[in-house]
């Protein structure tokens, strides 16, 4: 049995639906990665009752740990850390050290915008941050807001409780200290070992997985062990398969079994995503966009890495027509001829933006993405994409994508990434 | 005192962090609209322990509706439904006119793939969709999933519950019939009318506002009858106030005071993005986007919008300097001189883009996203904006941002649109 944990989101812009989330997800990824099974997730605003209710929910559930996020700033509203501890009969007491860290930050934080506050309010609100429950371990604070680990008490019924602030950023930053507490540690001893395999795959209907995987139920050997998620996102197909290291035969056994059936659709089963291996394929060379649909999403995709600088040279986003003409030199009859959202015009975007750009390789996409402007024969969610690469004739797509137009340019993006992944990669 | 619902977001992919939750969020949002509390709001894989104590939970903790999301599907691991019938003590009938229903979906689905599937296990699936608690009312599918509102049982302590598929579509398409039910009207009915103000700003500190409400809170009569919550997202600040129609003078005196002491920095109090209202200043004149740091960040949240075509000549996204050069006409001695990075540059992307698109407004990003690339004098986070405007001189800023890549690029985006605002929307 793998040790078993809750997750509490705090938040009222959370629970009221203004925030997503980003805690939650990210928690109970990192304790899958410890393999820890979470069992529930709970999200409450600031109401004590309702944390209070939460806290007492997870605790009779037997997890071995709770984790909550948010709710440790200096004013009034943030109550998480006074909650936790009335929760476990502990009292709160004035960590000084912890208080003068806190002081320390905020000095210097103040001393570089060269902001002369009121002492008093801040004075407090540090005072706040530095109260500690007793006989529990502080975490330093990467941001102001310190974390807390609390030792599970058996008597009570109460399990460990790390309590860490609601910044992504601080949380993060703080998760390695956190998790390495011996209140933490004590919590997930003796948990076995799990290992996470995934497989992704492309234009795989969910349905056509369930139907091999109801085969294999029979047919592989150990297949109780393995504990499979599949989930369909923007085109993509991921099965996510937890299993302890005895049931490693069985895993290989399925994933063959899957590989034989689905080949043609599976890019990955190390892990990668398509973004890994567009960069992978791509083995240096330079790259260039021509959007008129997705509008710069692929751009933005591509340059959401880190060093993308090194290969991309940049893009044009040519909404207008005007646009593709002047800046991508589509020849204007080519428009007039096929129509702006056509094959035709999708080759001619990514070569001209090989031309104008210097690219060593070039992708377009051009499409309808809705609401407005579809046809019978062009109905919204037609987009034609192209990959140019220098020297070699240019491949050349449509595709028919379902939904509102968020959705058409989303999949739109997915599928440009997979296009030109598959023809940057290709040696021919 | 309005009513109070929770909601339970069943999915193992949620659970385990792989994919964020969008219906929790979203149905949060539109109770709020009706005037219902959200208490909690809490998440569960696929065991139905997990989701029968989740139900548990919320029923003890008294609330008038529970919405459930997900797990509808025709698959053996989809077990919503069995399990809230067991739980509100209901046998599961088969709906017939449901079974026809659905089994005409997909026999239209099925022909239009020109698919030929295995009838048996199809048929099952479809038997499994048309299973209705006794006593509940089924809520036609928009996909193949249909929902089911269940009456609340006073006896047992059972709450009116209503059941609705994981597809945000779907869901979103269903809800308008599934809250005119008899049930969750029933469940509603009696609350008190809620209002909503939002007040936006863009700069302020969340710190300062705080300020602002603490002295609120001694000076305005009736303050304790708003529910105000701040937050703090990418720049803006959000302050939302939910009130009953009895408080409007105090949300008034509130809103005045907020204003007298914020009116620098205040873009929005009547529900307006900063999208709405870049597109309300450009009144029909037309933009490009000249983005290097950004990476078609900005040109991606322009074309967001249905119906964008009409004022969007496009953009380009000019990444490598050759590609400010050779596109932007950004002369090569101007980034020798002051750096790709600075506000001549900037200025000279953006008036580029107006020249070489023929827009009349473009607007420019040149900055150090990280990690890399930082330096004393231009630490990484430095971002250098520009708007031209044909005919009057190029408006230049430089501002520093916190975090890491993707936190810059996106603070950079939405600066871009503040600055676009301002610039287009001032009358000079």
Chains 1, 2 share one sequence.
Request: aromatic residues 4%; negative net charge; charged residues 20%.
């Amino acid at each position: 049995m793998s040790a078993r944990a809750g997750i509490v989101v705090t938040g009222t812009e959370v629970l009221t639906g203004r925030v997503a989330d980003r805690n939650g997800p990210w928690v109970a990824g990192r304790l899958l990665d410890l393999g820890v099974g979470v069992a529930h997730i709970t999200v409450c605003g600031d109401r004590p009752d309702d944390l209070r209710a939460q806290l007492r929910f997870l605790a009779a559930e037997g997890v071995d740990l709770i984790v909550t996020t948010g709710g440790l700033g200096p004013t009034a509203d943030d109550l998480t850390v006074a909650t936790v501890a009335e929760f476990t009969g502990r009292a709160l007491h004035l960590d000084t050290n912890l208080e003068a860290h806190i002081a320390d930050i905020i000095g210097r934080w103040m001393k570089r915008r060269n902001a002369d506050p009121d002492p008093g309010p801040l004075r407090a609100g540090i005072r706040k941050q530095a109260l500690v429950p007793e006989g529990a371990q502080p975490i330093p604070p990467t941001g102001t807001a310190p974390g807390v680990a609390i030792p599970a008490d058996v008597e009570s019924g109460s399990p460990t409780i790390l309590v860490l602030p609601g910044p992504p950023r601080e949380l993060q930053a703080m998760w390695p200290t956190a998790i390495a507490t011996s209140e933490v540690t004590a919590a997930l001893a003796g948990r076995d070992d799990f290992r996470q395999e995934i497989i992704r795959a492309y234009g795989l209907s969910e349905a056509d997985l369930a139907e091999t995987l109801r085969d294999a139920e029979h047919d592989v050997a150990g297949f109780d062990d393995l504990e499979i998620t599949t989930c369909l996102r923007n085109g993509e197909v991921e099965m996510v398969t937890r299993f302890p290291d005895g049931a490693s035969s069985a895993y290989s056994t399925l994933a063959a079994a899957i590989a034989n059936r689905h080949q043609r659709h599976i890019f990955s089963t190390d892990g990668s995503t398509i973004d890994d291996q567009v960069v992978a394929a791509l083995a240096g060379r330079t790259v260039a966009t021509a959007e008129s649909c997705t509008g710069g999403m692929v751009a933005a995709r591509l340059t959401d890495r880190a060093g993308s600088s090194a290969y991309i040279m940049g893009g044009v986003v040519a909404y207008a027509n005007e646009t593709k003409i002047g800046q991508l030199d589509v020849p204007a009859e080519l428009i007039a001829a096929h129509g702006a959202v056509s094959e035709q015009v999708a080759a001619a975007m990514a070569e001209g933006a090989v031309a104008r750009l210097g690219a060593d390789v070039a992708l377009s996409t051009t499409g309808i993405a809705g609401p407005g402007g579809g046809s019978d024969a062009k109905p919204v969610g037609t987009v034609c994409f192209g990959v140019a690469v220098a020297g070699r004739p240019t491949s050349t797509w449509t595709r028919y994508f379902p939904g509102d137009r968020a959705n058409v340019r989303l999949l739109s993006t997915v599928a440009a990434m997979h296009f030109l992944a598959s023809v940057v990669g290709d040696p021919s």
